[in-house]
């Protein structure tokens, strides 16, 4: 009996040891997978987080040319530079000139290259290649009268639904003022400089958003960032921001949904914010608590 006790204890350790190394390879095969599903998982977000970024970029040198003391004039010529690929825009300088700026170029000298190409072809006489660092406003200026919600956002025929944004924030804590010489400030301050400019550019689809977008755009390369070109796309980039979070140089999107964006503001404070209403009207002021806005509003993003 002993002998038979012995053999099936023998027996059942080996069985057992068998078990306990088959369990340990199965383990380390579901390590392995485990390992695996992780490695593909971050290499599928990889670009995504690399698309992200490429949205958002400091800008480089940019050409800026022009001294117009008619508005008309300096849209004329920036039409003439888009007619030919050239994404231009034009501002109002302090001393109420007006000029035309394009162009994110790596280095000095390859922007001063276009620009000369651009003499040679007389499409213009002289021009000044502006730097990264330039900041072009700091200083306040008095706002322009709030005015009526915009045409091309009330002529939308897309059906109006409760906005849900997909991605809703957490309410954050409150978070302190920004200084004179944030970033943000400075493109609210920027934002405000346009208010009461006839903008008219950007493409004549309003209803997708062209022309807000180009403005907002155009503020942010005044301050040294480039961002997307459409609504939808600068919506997709920068941080999410609640509401009750907003602070100066957020934008601000309004749409019939989410994925229904067709307007967009800069947020300058005291709950207004800086809009391009329709093409050829006038940028002005509005209030996020407006009811036609506040129905309408979707999200907010930060990019400083």
């Given at each position: 009996?002993?002998?038979?006790?012995?053999?099936?204890?023998?027996?059942?350790?080996?069985?057992?040891?068998i078990s306990?190394?088959?369990?340990?390879?199965?383990?380390?095969?579901?390590?392995?997978?485990?390992?695996?599903?992780?490695?593909?998982?971050?290499?599928?977000?990889?670009?995504?987080?690399?698309?992200?970024?490429?949205?958002?970029?400091?800008?480089?040198?940019?050409?800026?040319?022009?001294?117009?003391?008619?508005?008309?004039?300096?849209?004329?010529?920036?039409?003439?530079?888009?007619?030919?690929?050239?994404?231009?825009?034009?501002?109002?300088?302090?001393?109420?000139?007006?000029?035309?700026?394009?162009?994110?170029?790596?280095?000095?000298?390859?922007?001063?290259?276009?620009?000369?190409?651009?003499?040679?072809?007389?499409?213009?006489?002289?021009?000044?290649?502006?730097?990264?660092?330039?900041?072009?406003?700091?200083?306040?200026?008095?706002?322009?009268?709030?005015?009526?919600?915009?045409?091309?956002?009330q002529n939308?025929?897309?059906?109006?639904?409760?906005?849900?944004?997909?991605?809703?924030?957490?309410?954050?804590?409150?978070?302190?003022?920004?200084?004179?010489?944030?970033?943000?400030?400075?493109?609210?301050?920027?934002?405000?400089?346009?208010?009461g400019i006839?903008?008219?550019?950007?493409?004549?689809?309003?209803?997708?958003?062209?022309?807000?977008?180009?403005?907002?755009?155009?503020?942010?390369?005044?301050?040294?960032?480039?961002?997307?070109?459409?609504?939808?796309?600068?919506?997709?980039?920068?941080?999410?921001?609640?509401?009750?979070?907003?602070?100066?140089?957020?934008?601000?999107?309004?749409?019939?949904?989410?994925?229904?964006?067709?307007?967009?503001?800069?947020?300058?404070?005291?709950?207004?914010?800086?809009?391009?209403?329709?093409?050829?009207?006038?940028?002005?002021?509005?209030?996020?608590?407006?009811?036609?806005?506040?129905?309408?509003?979707?999200?907010?993003?930060?990019?400083?």
């Open positions: 009996m002993n002998l038979c006790f012995t053999a099936a204890l023998i027996k059942a350790t080996i069985y057992l040891l306990i190394q088959i369990l340990l390879i199965h383990l380390v095969a579901m390590s392995f997978r485990i390992l695996a599903i992780l490695i593909s998982l971050i290499f599928m977000t990889l670009p995504a987080l690399a698309a992200k970024s490429t949205d958002l970029k400091r800008l480089g040198h940019a050409i800026q040319m022009g001294a117009f003391a008619d508005v008309n004039n300096a849209e004329r010529f920036t039409n003439k530079l888009q007619a030919k690929g050239i994404e231009a825009f034009y501002f109002r300088k302090d001393n109420g000139i007006y000029a035309v700026r394009f162009g994110d170029f790596p280095s000095k000298s390859r922007a001063r290259a276009v620009a000369d190409k651009l003499v040679a072809s007389r499409m213009i006489d002289s021009y000044y290649i502006a730097p990264p660092s330039e900041v072009v406003f700091t200083r306040p200026k008095e706002t322009g009268l709030e005015k009526p919600a915009p045409v091309e956002v939308s025929h897309e059906p109006l639904h409760p906005v849900v944004p997909k991605e809703t924030p957490e309410k954050a804590p409150s978070k302190p003022a920004r200084k004179n010489g944030d970033m943000g400030t400075i493109a609210a301050r920027t934002a405000e400089r346009f208010v006839p903008y008219r550019w950007g493409g004549d689809n309003v209803v997708e958003g062209m022309d807000c977008s180009g403005f907002v755009r155009a503020v942010y390369n005044l301050c040294g960032l480039s961002i997307p070109r459409t609504s939808r796309d600068q919506y997709r980039a920068g941080d999410a921001v609640s509401k009750d979070d907003l602070q100066d140089g957020d934008l601000v999107f309004f749409g019939a949904s989410a994925d229904k964006i067709n307007h967009v503001g800069i947020y300058v404070g005291g709950g207004k914010f800086v809009h391009a209403p329709r093409r050829g009207e006038e940028i002005r002021v509005a209030s996020v608590d407006d009811n036609y806005f506040d129905k309408r509003f979707v999200g907010a993003r930060r990019y400083f």
